[in-house]
């Protein structure tokens, strides 16, 4: 009984759902029926095409059943005539497997109209096929059962093929973009924008078609364009879902009053008038349909770019602990031997019985060898972690520091001498740390690698930080032979190396990451005629008006 019980609930279920969808059907259809030309029942704008082909994609084929009787009651309450009902419920019905079958089987379509692919397949296949197709049923059947004429069936197939083509072009993408998809996670301002453009939207229609300005003004068709600043706006601004929406807004508001007889499309019949503003409102639709995807085809394309760098540049970060392992592990040795040897002469101490203070003196070496040790292991572990870099207010001089403890072993293993010259009182920036950790390793180990493979008599680096008018500004020169001329103008390209062996992405990382701190990365010469790298950082914004407040009274002095 409990399994025929469920089976029952599962379909009253289904029943219901068809039900749902036969209403939706019915409910669309009636609403384009209102738009229709005193001499012939012939909408000018038919959105239940767009309806039928949308659920059917959406929720699968099953729910034909739903749009076919969704369609044979609109159409029987018509005139009552079963058998041309029956046809044309049919004949939607399979419209709209057709254009689900070719959107989700053959075309690799994605509804949310993100890509421009997307948008173009569904012009070709929904927009054009599908209506084409509804369209072509519909005429051949008013023909065949007299409601018309052969000898104007091309006419009467272009009208129907118009209004299924604007109704599946107004209302199908909203359909599409917002079913089965959560609101947008925006913030209160993105939320306060998105509300804004839509109250302008709404009040630009209404004041271009409703006929509230001077006749001189309202009736100029320019008016229709003063929309386009909106759309590209949003476009701008939002994806093609809420673009979606202010179309079909837009266009609403649009018929609504063109079919009244109002607006600068109204000087003619009702056809004539209805044909030239869909002529407007379908050029608008795939306007901005196509710049928004385009907009968010580039900026899906910028956010990859900026993760397949993050990786890029953690490779680059564990290649260049690889390298520096061998340094590391002779600065891990020192205080590790350190801890044994104090360790050893804490317990001689405790055997011996001797006083509390020497034991203290030992026990304290072994505490600040330890301590020296797992500072090395931090800095290891965060040169070489992969979580998102976060940014906060850092001394610069600091960060110098901290990358000397990670390649002071290899300068002194190649006989390289690093002096520094750094800045006092600098302003601090705002920094993901572990990235300029990089930029700085990236630049002292280029230098190191010339000097050594140079063999110069002078061999040494300076590092030299001071503040400039942008803010800070890091220098490393070295006394090695230079860049070499060929280079010098693509050396930030990635693959350029004047390295033999190199690969030629350090410093187009380099480059990106200061650049994406709003800061600048160039190369020179040096006076001593070996290379020269620079960068600056923007100030942190508090720093950089205390420093500015400070330099005018120093002025003012």
């Known amino acids: 009984?409990?399994?025929?019980?469920?089976?029952?609930?599962?379909?009253?279920?289904?029943?219901?759902?068809?039900?749902?969808?036969?209403?939706?059907?019915?409910?669309?259809?009636?609403?384009?029926?209102?738009?229709?030309?005193?001499?012939?029942?012939?909408?000018?704008?038919?959105?239940?095409?767009?309806?039928?082909?949308?659920?059917?994609?959406?929720?699968?084929?099953?729910?034909?059943?739903?749009?076919?009787?969704?369609?044979f009651a609109y159409h029987w309450q018509l005139d009552g005539d079963t058998v041309n009902a029956a046809a044309l419920a049919l004949g939607i019905a399979a419209a709209a497997a057709l254009g689900a079958l070719g959107l989700r089987r053959l075309a690799d379509f994605s509804g949310t109209l993100e890509r421009v692919r997307d948008v173009l397949l569904f012009l070709l296949i929904a927009v054009i096929l599908v209506s084409g197709v509804s369209s072509l049923l519909s005429a051949g059947l008013?023909?065949?059962?007299?409601?018309?004429?052969?000898?104007?069936?091309?006419?009467?197939?272009?009208?129907?093929?118009?209004?299924?083509?604007?109704?599946?072009?107004?209302?199908?993408?909203?359909?599409?973009?917002?079913?089965?998809?959560?609101?947008?996670?925006?913030?209160?301002?993105?939320?306060?924008?998105?509300?804004?453009?839509?109250?302008?939207?709404?009040?630009?229609?209404?004041?271009?078609?409703?006929?509230?300005?001077?006749?001189?003004?309202?009736?100029?068709?320019?008016?229709?364009?003063?929309?386009?600043?909106?759309?590209?706006?949003?476009?701008?601004?939002?994806?093609?879902?809420?673009?979606?929406?202010?179309?079909?807004?837009?266009?609403?508001?649009?018929?609504?009053?063109?079919?009244?007889?109002?607006?600068?499309?109204?000087?003619?019949?009702?056809?004539?008038?209805?044909?030239?503003?869909?002529?407007?409102?379908?050029?608008?639709?795939?306007?901005?349909?196509?710049?928004?995807?385009?907009?968010?085809e580039r900026l899906k394309a910028e956010r990859q770019a900026r993760r397949h760098l993050q990786e890029l540049a953690h490779f680059g970060r564990i290649g260049d602990m690889g390298q520096m392992s061998a340094g590391l592990a002779h600065e891990l040795n020192q205080p590790l031997t350190a801890i044994m040897t104090y360790t050893q002469a804490a317990r001689r101490l405790l055997q011996s019985r001797l006083q509390d203070a020497e034991l203290d003196q030992a026990l304290e070496r072994v505490v600040a060898n330890a301590e020296r040790a797992a500072l090395i292991i931090r800095e290891m572990r965060a040169f070489v972690r992969k979580d998102a870099p976060q940014r906060r207010r850092a001394d610069i001089n600091r960060l110098v520091t901290e990358v000397l403890d990670l390649v002071g072993h290899s300068a002194r293993r190649h006989r390289v001498a690093i002096?520094?010259?750094?800045?006092?009182?600098?302003?601090?920036?705002?920094?993901?740390?572990?990235?300029?950790?990089?930029?700085?390793?990236?630049?002292?180990?280029?230098?190191?690698?010339?000097?050594?493979?140079?063999?110069?008599?002078?061999?040494?680096?300076?590092?030299?930080?001071?503040?400039?008018?942008?803010?800070?500004?890091?220098?490393?020169?070295?006394?090695?032979?230079?860049?070499?001329?060929?280079?010098?103008?693509?050396?930030?390209e990635p693959f350029v190396s004047s390295k033999s062996g190199g690969m030629g992405l350090g410093l187009s990382i380099s480059r990106a990451i200061i650049e994406a701190h709003d800061g600048r990365l160039e190369a020179g010469t040096s006076r001593r005629g070996g290379a020269e790298f620079r960068f600056v950082l923007p100030a942190h914004t508090e720093e950089k008006q205390g420093h500015d407040r400070q330099a005018q009274r120093v002025h003012r002095r």
Not at 13 to 40: D, K, N
Not at 58 to 71: D, E, K, M
């Open 419 to 492: 002096l520094t010259d750094l800045g006092a009182q600098l302003p601090a920036v705002e920094v993901a740390e572990v990235q300029i950790h990089q930029v700085l390793v990236n630049l002292i180990r280029n230098a190191v690698d010339a000097i050594a493979e140079a063999d110069t008599v002078h061999r040494d680096i300076l590092i030299r930080t001071a503040t400039c008018a942008d803010g800070v500004e890091v220098v490393v020169s070295d006394s090695g032979p230079g860049l070499p001329t060929t280079v010098v103008n693509e050396l930030f």
């Open 142 to 296: 008013a023909a065949l059962d007299g409601r018309a004429q052969w000898g104007g069936f091309g006419s009467l197939w272009w009208a129907c093929w118009t209004a299924d083509m604007m109704g599946t072009l107004l209302l199908a993408p909203v359909l599409l973009t917002w079913c089965g998809r959560p609101l947008p996670r925006w913030s209160v301002g993105r939320w306060l924008e998105a509300v804004v453009l839509l109250g302008l939207v709404t009040l630009n229609a209404w004041v271009v078609y409703a006929d509230h300005l001077p006749t001189d003004y309202a009736m100029a068709r320019p008016l229709v364009y003063t929309v386009y600043p909106l759309m590209i706006w949003g476009a701008l601004r939002f994806e093609n879902r809420w673009m979606a929406t202010l179309l079909l807004l837009n266009a609403g508001i649009a018929v609504y009053f063109t079919a009244r007889g109002l607006g600068p499309f109204a000087t003619g019949s009702l056809r004539e008038n209805m044909l030239s503003l869909d002529a407007n409102l379908s050029l608008l639709s795939v306007t901005v349909l196509i710049l928004t995807a385009l907009i968010t």
């Open 1 to 71: 009984m409990q399994r025929h019980a469920g089976r029952w609930g599962a379909y009253s279920i289904g029943a219901l759902l068809q039900l749902a969808a036969a209403a939706m059907y019915y409910a669309v259809a009636a609403l384009g029926m209102s738009f229709t030309q005193p001499q012939a029942a012939i909408s000018l704008i038919w959105p239940a095409t767009g309806a039928a082909l949308t659920m059917v994609y959406l929720f699968g084929y099953r729910y034909l059943v739903g749009v076919a009787l969704g369609a």
